[in-house]
């Protein structure tokens, strides 16, 4: 009988869910099953079953008068969009994971990288080294760090971009796909609430070494140094908590097209979509302008948090008034 429902749900894997599809698809499923048990009385094995119920009833366009979904399947068989199978969906969560953890590390590289620096400066107001010793044993290492986290970014960006059409067209996973990923999720959700929650305790950690060597005296600032240097190791690893569950999670809302990478928000034409296109560059040409006209760059930043806050508030509003309109 599983093969019967799996069969079922692929059948309607390019129709939206709506009340009416639903009943029609218990509705189907209930017949099939009548079929199959009474193919089964007469003698037939369950493989022959099986064939004869989905030869019956496996033509969904044939079927559609009779389920009154006409128009749902008709519009279903117009979407263009992507099948995903169980297969692929695995192996995209595989190399997904790799990413978030190469991802993470060149993230904690590109906090940790002027350590190296700021211990030597350290040094130099402490025991008074030359500049060219400080300069060699800071921003050598520094750009080597950097060096190294950007040709991870490039390398790891690379590697994921046979799967960008999966964060741009519309998807249709198969019955077993949703299955694994909804199950893979659940069973995921408790570590990656940890991470973040270990990341965030590691933010607010950090900053009490410095405190505490901030209310005494010493002679030198080199304690505080090595407290800044301490804040900043540990800042390194909550950020590589921090990317390495989120882009772990994202993978999710990708292939379940949730949230940013909803179905809605991927048809062209969408005035979400079209929003989306228009409104950044929009932002971007407005910071510029008026910063250069102004010169108040120390102001003009402002536009960031409000155009983040605008933005979200203008795209929740689009997308509940096409949830509406459906």
Known sequence: METIRTYLENMFIHIKSTPEVEKAKAELLSMMEDKY??????????????GIVISEFGNLD??????????????????????????????????????????GIASMMCV??????????????SIGIA???????????????????VAIFIMTGISMEKYEKYEKEILFLDYKAKQFLEAQRESEKMSGALQV??????????????????????ESDMPAVLCVLAMLAIIGVATFLFVFAGTKSESYHILLQEEEYSEYRKKKGSPVHIFDAI?????????LVWSFITADWHITWIIWPV?????AAVDAILGVVAARKK
Do not use: H
Request: proline share 3%.
């Open 197 to 218: 929650a270990l990341g965030v305790f590691l933010c607010i950690v950090s900053v009490i070494p410095l405190i505490i060597v901030g209310s005494m005296e010493f």
């Open 131 to 149: 500049d060219g010793v400080v300069a060699a044993g800071g921003l050598i290492p520094l750009l080597l760090i950097v060096a190294v986290a």
């Open 279 to 287: 409104y950044w560059p929009v932002v971007i040409v407005i910071y």
């Open 112 to 125: 940790w990288c002027p350590i190296a620096l700021i211990f030597m400066g350290g040094l130099q107001e």
């Open 62 to 103: 044939e079927l559609a008068q009779e389920l009154g979904i006409e128009e749902s399947v008709a519009a279903g068989n117009e979407t263009e969009g992507i099948e995903v199978t169980l297969e692929e969906a695995k192996n995209y969560c595989k190399e997904r994971a790799k990413a978030a953890l190469r991802y």
């Open 307 to 311: 155009a983040g806050i605008l933005g």
């Open 37 to 50: 048990q009474e193919l089964k009385k007469e003698g037939k094995s369950e493989n022959e079953a099986i």
